[in-house]
T-cell receptor
Framework: EAQVTQNPRYLITVTGKKLTVTCSQN?????MSWYRQDPGLGLRQIYY???????DKGDVPEGYKVSRKEKRNFPLILESPSPNQTSLYFC????????????????FGEGSRLTVL | GENVEQHPSTLSVQEGDSAVIKCTYS??????FPWYKQELGKRPQLIID?????GEKKDQRIAVTLNKTAKHFSLHITETQPEDSAVYFC?????????????FGSGTRLSIRP
């Protein structure tokens, strides 16, 4: 089954304790990205990756790191989480080949709800 | 940078009536405009998209229109049904798909009254 898998789905942590949210896709997609969703602010892109070893900042990259060592994985790292990073996080993937087929769909994971105390 | 504004933030319509959600964007280089639907507690899913070389696209009860000159695009849902209740997000991308830097609107919560 084609899917984007995020872990953990729920996490409560404390300020300053490093954490990693993993994201894995099994669709051989070149493109992967991270978003945070906050009430009234919609989805805001944190980082995106066009392919292995290629990452770029989105709209709200401060306080986050990413890496893309393998095509299927795109972990989101919070080196020193703060309460303002409490949010619902979504990972998504897509393929340039979809654009050639005249679609541009982002496939989202189920989301990871993070609370930083 | 690109900015996408979406209105209204909440919308309530009678079942069977039409619903319209509007978005404006700032970057004239934007080429791709998708719409995502997010049901309560679920992940966003693409419902329709349009590229800058097309002015209108329709898929059953859903249609999207694009006015590149005015830099705005709209989602139209006709004959609304209870399952249309959800949050809808518009977005704009400079690329020809979502596989790019993409900016989302703040969302519209659509409620369908029985």
């Amino acid at each position: 089954e084609a899917q984007v898998t995020q872990n953990p789905r729920y996490l409560i942590t404390v300020t300053g304790k490093k954490l990693t949210v993993t994201c894995s896709q099994n669709m051989n997609h070149e493109y992967m990205s991270w978003y945070r969703q906050d009430p009234g602010l919609g989805l805001r892109q944190i980082y995106y990756s066009m392919n292995v070893e290629v990452t770029d900042k989105g709209d709200v990259p401060e306080g986050y790191k990413v890496s893309r060592k393998e095509k299927r994985n795109f972990p989101l790292i919070l080196e020193s989480p703060s309460p303002n990073q409490t949010s619902l996080y979504f990972c998504a993937s897509s393929s340039y080949r979809l654009a050639e087929m005249n679609t541009g769909e982002l496939f989202f994971g189920e989301g990871s709800r993070l609370t930083v105390l | 940078g690109e900015n996408v504004e979406q209105h209204p933030s909440t919308l309530s319509v009678q079942e069977g009536d039409s619903a319209v959600i509007k978005c404006t964007y700032s970057d004239s280089a934007s080429n791709y405009f998708p719409w995502y639907k997010q049901e309560l507690g679920k992940r966003p899913q693409l419902i329709i998209d349009i590229r800058s070389n097309v002015g209108e696209k329709k898929d059953q009860r859903i249609a999207v229109t694009l006015n590149k000159t005015a830099k705005h695009f709209s989602l139209h849902i006709t004959e609304t049904q209870p399952e249309d209740s959800a949050v809808y997000f518009c977005a704009a991308s400079i690329g020809y798909s979502s596989a790019s830097k993409i900016i989302f609107g703040s969302g519209t919560r659509l409620s369908i009254r029985p």
